[in-house]
């Protein structure tokens, strides 16, 4: 039986590092295969789904199904190590927003959350 090994962007070094240096938890999925992205990474209470592509990649039919498969937040799609902690940050900040508005909106109702 042959042992499949996937061959990584070779960006993926320098994404997994600069995630690890701002405090994310990364893990290394790139073997599980069946278009299953490259990496679960952890940051500020939250789990992401990141596929890592070169600059001019794109997904393969795999890959495609996967993301329209899955049921969980939006798989994200980075080249570079800045745009994989961009949009990890955008999200969280995102986020942080939502829960300040519900919070500004449940008090202005008189609603305690």
């Known amino acids: 039986m042959r042992h499949l090994t996937h061959r ?4 993926q070094q320098g994404i997994i590092k ?3 240096e701002f405090g994310a938890t990364v893990v290394d999925l790139q073997n599980v295969g069946n278009g299953c992205p490259d990496l ?6 939250r789990t992401f789904l990141v596929e890592v592509k070169s600059e001019t990649g794109k997904l393969n039919k795999r890959q495609e199904a996967f993301h ?3 049921r969980g937040d939006k798989i994200l799609v980075v080249r570079s190590p800045l745009d994989a902690l961009t949009e990890i940050i955008r999200i969280n900040r995102e986020e ?3 829960e300040k508005d519900a919070a500004r909106w449940a008090r202005e109702e008189g609603i305690e959350l």
Do not use: E, T
Not at 8 to 11: G, K, P, Q, R, T
């Open 8 to 11: 990584s962007d070779a960006n």
């Open 18 to 20: 600069m995630l690890r």
């Open 40 to 45: 679960m990474v952890g940051y500020l209470g």
């Open 68 to 70: 329209k498969s899955w």
């Open 96 to 98: 942080s927003i939502l």
